[in-house]
């Protein structure tokens, strides 16, 4: 067991870090020493349960001297706010995905991190998934010649998960063009090669109640000449899991008698604070919904590559690969945890000085490509992207 670790504190105990926690947990490589949260019931759990630090306010735990690396996970409208202080205290930062929710934000998070000289992450998205990134390797590979075209598509009932107001704001990022954009856009891109060079879209705002953008189509062009066609609704019917073997995003077996279980839960909670009091639940230190065990690796939907000669496709256990005369099936090692590869990033960036894939241009590129959707459904044309960058290997 390394005797070096990342000395982790954690910004926001919610949902995402709940997910986040099965792979720290298990990983030699991470400490947990402190965490900020407003929820004081989630700072005494992780204190309890970690030996860490509780500190009521994020700029404290960007000051604490134990703290090497803080991990943002608070809701998206405060990402920059959160990069800056841990910037401005030396910290190196893993910032949940999307990095920030407008164009003018993410650049001064480059501008922050590059002046203090520190790493950040944006993650985890579902790009770091090893189905997507087995399937770069072999198509990066050139072995089965150019990416032509590439389609992804998933279906979801994410419109109906107890959200928070800001959630349910689209001028606070509220919506799937940030939340979900930001997952299938940095698959996309990675599988692509990362320059996006436009986009044009349309989405969809379906239902009064929950006003942000709730699905989209998009078609992507990139560097080279490859485009990518890209699809997701939240309304919460069709089920994307369907087409990935019953595994959930998360990796998990799905039990098919939960059909319509968001609408439903959803039904319990009436006011905006009961739905908000319902979310908080469902973070660290409340009662809901721990993450059920790994059945194979987290995905985000239907995901196929058309080269030149084969089409590749990823899944939760493995990668397919259509040839002219035959297909095969590569399949991977089953996970333990499922996001290890984030913890590898963090870790090769701030132990070995090597730089991240996922840093911040990335994370830029990502959201740019985000926010274009919506340009380019009010304006109805293509929109030109400036901020792309390639796949750093
Ligand atoms: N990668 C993933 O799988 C994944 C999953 C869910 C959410 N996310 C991302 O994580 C972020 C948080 O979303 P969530 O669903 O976990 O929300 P959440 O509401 O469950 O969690 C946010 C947490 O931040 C806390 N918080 C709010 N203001 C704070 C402040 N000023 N200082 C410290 N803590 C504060 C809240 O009390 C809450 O515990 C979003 O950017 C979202 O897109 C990522």
Redesign the pocket.
Known sequence: MSERRLRVGV??????????LPSFAADPRVQLVAS????AE?TARFAAEFGARAHD??EALCADPEVEVVYI????E??AA?VALAAKHGKHVLV???MAITEDECDAIIDAVDRARVVLVV???HSFDRPITRAREIVASGEWGAVRMIHAQYFTDFVYRVR?PE?LDAAR?GGVL??QG?HQIDIVRLLAGGRATSVRAFTGNWDRARPPEGAYAALIAFEGGAFASITYSGYGRFDGDTLCGDISE?GARKDPRDYGGARRRLAQVPTPASEAAA??N???GGAADAPSLVAAYEHFGFVLVCCDRADVRPTPDGVTIYRDDAVSFEPLPAPRVTREAVIDELWNAVVDGRAPLHDARWGAATVEACLALRTSTREGRDVTLRKQVGVRT
């Not at 910004?11 to 986040?20: E, I, P, Q």
């Not at 900020?36 to 929820?39: E, V």
């Not at 996970?73 to 998206?76: L, Y």
């Open positions: 910004a926001g105990l919610g949902r995402a870090f709940m997910l986040t900020s949260d407003p929820r989630a306010s994020v996970a608070t809701p998206h405060l990402h959160h949940e995905k999307p993650g985890p998205s928070r959630e990022g940030l939340s930001a998360l979310k908080a469902r973070g660290f």
